[in-house]
């Protein structure tokens, strides 16, 4: 498994804008599919973004397509979530995760990914 960390998470005004980096470990980090997931108080953890260990193919809950952007960097071990126009329903605790996949598949769904960060706090005040 791949060791994640996340960062970049704040309190950010509505329409304001945020970049959370997640920095991975381990020697096959580019063997890895990714993605992002966010977990609000008293909901489940929900699909954000996730992108193929190649970075060509990525997929978006409908609730961010647009505004939100999936990247990767493999020589740095980084996966990125570029966050615009943020809403106060973006409210959340986001979390980076990783599988193993394949330079085409990405994943959706929490119980498909079994690497885990610990999660950053995405605050967006109205």
């Known amino acids: 498994q791949v060791q994640l960390v996340e960062s970049g998470g704040g309190l950010v005004q509505a329409g304001g804008s945020l970049r959370l980096s997640c920095a991975g470990s381990?020697?096959?980090?580019?063997?890895?599919?990714m993605g992002w997931f966010r977990q609000a108080p008293g909901k489940e953890r929900e699909f954000v973004a996730a992108i193929s260990q190649s970075g060509v193919f990525t997929d978006y809950a409908d609730s961010v397509k647009g505004r939100f952007t999936i990247s990767r960097d493999n020589a740095k071990k980084m996966v990125y979530l570029k966050m615009i126009s943020l809403k106060p329903e973006d409210t959340a605790v986001y979390y980076c995760a990783a599988r193993e996949g394949t330079y085409y598949t990405y994943y959706t769904k929490n119980n498909e990914y079994d690497s885990w960060g610990q999660g950053t706090q995405v605050t967006v005040s109205s």
């Open positions: 381990g020697p096959t980090f580019s063997n890895y599919a």
